[in-house]
Nanobody, 128 residues
Framework: QVQLVESGGGSVQIGGSLRLSCAIS????????MGWFRRAPGKEREAVAV???????YYLDSVKGRFTVSKDNAKNTLYLQMHSLNADDTAMYYC??????????????????????WGQGTQVTVSS
């Protein structure tokens, strides 16, 4: 069993920045699937930034160049640094992981959307 706890959400103005954190109970040093997802009002959940076996992370097209996913293995924590936020980024953000699944990042995104361990989410609201 893996437990994930997100923090760092809040309300921010358009163009602002936030950093989300996800404390993971397991060891994050492995290359198993882990990443950030979001669900906007009235929309399906989508993968935002995901780590897998591949050298680079997968990023949703609309966040490329603005969001950066990283992890601190010493703290077993996954981060999502978000810059240049806009209203379309308003959503509940979740981190998810599956220590039993290894794949390239884009496959990890698809897999975690179907199964895995999920946190409770943290709300991000972007307004003018």
């Amino acid at each position: 069993q893996v437990q994930l706890v997100e923090s760092g959400g809040g309300s921010v103005q358009i163009g602002g920045s936030l950093r989300l954190s996800c404390a993971i109970s397991g060891n994050t040093a492995g290359s198993y699937c882990m990443g950030w997802f979001r669900r906007a009002p009235g929309k399906e959940r989508e993968a935002v930034a995901v780590f897998g076996l591949s050298a680079g992370a997968y990023y949703l097209d609309s966040v490329k160049g603005r969001f950066t996913v990283s992890k601190d293995n010493a703290k077993n924590t996954l981060y999502l640094q978000m810059h240049s936020l806009n209203a379309d980024d308003t959503a509940m953000y979740y981190c998810a992981a599956d220590p039993a699944f290894y794949a390239v990042a884009v496959e990890c995104g698809s897999r975690l959307l179907r199964s895995g361990f999920w946190g409770q989410g943290t709300q991000v609201t972007v307004s003018s």
